[in-house]
């Protein structure tokens, strides 16, 4: 975490990769984002609004940070408004910076990542869900979890199974999800402690998973093989997977797209149709009306001269 004195912002924090080892950024729910050398902590060097309304005060607050080294231009942002926004700091204008969003939550997204084997899918872990992300589907994630009794505090992926990924809950439990195994609910549970577990960080081998609880302790768990080494074809089968998935979603969205568009059609076609009824001639309308009056008059008329008649007689 970093904290500017100036302007009261306290975020996370991520090293980014450069020449001298020292910059970093950091995002907070004051919505910003801040770009920092660590050489001269006394004020960011750049400086980005979470602003989707383009008018250049913070409607977002940021919760999490992505950050892919191979990546080294672009970020990703959760928000404490269940949005992620997809950013690109070499924009040529600020308001270019943030170049796309994704909604889907229901509030707070307190872990975003990305696939380390397939960095265009991504992690977001928030309300009751996780969910997996498609870079280029933005109406949708492709794949998520069932809702928890529970709420949802932190998540990873495995570094080194790609279908595999770690959830921690409010009541305590730690959930390992193995989408090679099964999709509807995870593949282990297990309860760490009484209370909630804040946040979980696995080792780079894979094999160790650290779960911190909400009072300060942290637990440290061993993995089995059968979750912290690659399995056969297990690469091929979650591509398989992701495609399949992507292009599902991609298939409702273009549904979701034409319905729109029919209502929309439809809609202007009754408009049009009740501007045409209104459109009349004037010049019709006055005749209409001179022939129901006198029709009126001819037929008040031939009642008068009835009565008359009978009265007569």
Known sequence: AVVSTQSGHYGRGIFLTSKTGTECFTTSTDGQVL???????SEPTEQLVLDLTKSGKPTLGGISLEYEPTMPTKFMIGTEQGTVLSCNRKAKSPAERI??????????IYALQRNPFFPKHF???GDWTARIWAEEIRESSIMWTKFHKAYLTDGCWSPVRPGVFFTSRMDGCLDVWDYMFKQADPTLSIQVCDE??????????GGLIACGS????????ELSSS??????????????????????????????????????TKSQMEEINQNEEYD?????LVEEAEKNFWFTIEQERAGHEKKD????E
Not at 196 to 205: E, G, K, M, S
Not at 214 to 221: A, F
Not at 280 to 284: I, L
Request: hydrophobic share 35%; charged share 30%.
């Open 35 to 41: 770009w920092w050398d660590i050489r001269k902590m």
């Open 99 to 108: 170049v796309a969003s994704y909604t889907g939550h229901y509030g707070p």
């Open 123 to 125: 992690l977001t872990v």
């Open 196 to 205: 909630a577990l804040n946040c979980i960080r696995i080792q780079d081998a």
């Open 214 to 221: 909400h009072s300060g302790n942290v637990t440290l768990l």
């Open 227 to 264: 979750l912290s080494q690659l399995q056969r074809n297990e690469k091929n089968s979650v591509t398989l997977m992701f495609e399949r998935e992507t292009k599902r979603e991609k298939i409702l969205e273009s549904r979701y797209r034409e319905m729109k568009m029919k209502e929309r």
């Open 280 to 284: 009349e001639n004037p010049n019709d």
């Open 309 to 312: 008649r009978e009265m007569a």
